[in-house]
């Protein structure tokens, strides 16, 4: 197969699929080399680029996606202005940064840095693919352990977990030595390029 039909045919793949494609996946496909695939990508960047297209290829959550460009973003919101969206709630996005920074977590302790009951907040989390159950902890009750998933990097548009900042780092950014917690919960926010909802998940009840 000859360079340019190969480049057409990750093009397509990428464009077509609903979730990130691994370089590996894709090479699977087209009977191709992971080496080859990112070679094919980063060529179709280029050309994207020099021809000033409005999207890109990016790699988020372990895979290739498109993208659009950042700049053309209030356009692309008056076009989905009055849709209904499924957002994370102030409490929701408090809990999530909680696990993201500080994985794996309990529930007893995630309850403790929040100062309220946080399992219907965990509910609709792990509802939403956006935590999942990783193991339990060795602490007396051996107590069922939280972590983000793929779903989160998707989300977020990041590839790896290890691309947000550390606690540390944001304290110093913000001048801040506690709640970092809070602070993370601004970062999610500010990823997610979205405000979020108050919907009341303090009134939570123990299980």
């Known amino acids: 197969m000859d360079n340019g039909k190969l480049k057409q045919i990750v093009e397509a793949l990428i464009l077509a699929s609903d979730v990130p494609l691994s370089e590996n996946k894709i090479a699977g496909l087209v ?14 960047n280029a050309e994207y680029a020099t021809s000033n297209r409005a999207f890109f290829i990016t790699r988020v959550a372990g895979g290739y996606q498109v993208n659009t460009r950042k700049d053309l973003a209030p356009w692309i919101k008056k076009l989905f202005k009055g849709r209904a969206k499924p957002r994370l709630s102030q409490a929701g996005l408090e809990a999530l940064a909680i696990i993201a920074f500080r994985q794996p977590i309990s529930r007893t302790e995630i309850d403790a840095i929040r100062g309220v009951h946080s399992g219907g907040v965990l509910k609709n989390l792990l509802e939403r693919n956006l935590i999942a159950i990783s193991g339990r902890s060795e602490e007396v009750g051996r107590p069922l352990l939280y972590g983000t998933t793929t779903e989160f990097l998707r989300y977020f548009g990041i590839n790896d977990i290890s691309e947000l900042p550390k606690p540390k780092e944001i304290e110093e950014i913000m001048g801040k030595l506690d709640g970092s917690q809070e602070i993370s919960a601004e970062i999610l926010s500010a990823l997610a390029d979205e405000e979020p909802v108050i919907e009341g998940e303090e009134n939570e009840t123990a299980e």
């Open 31 to 44: 009977e191709a080399t992971p080496s080859q695939i990112k070679e094919m990508v980063d060529e179709l």
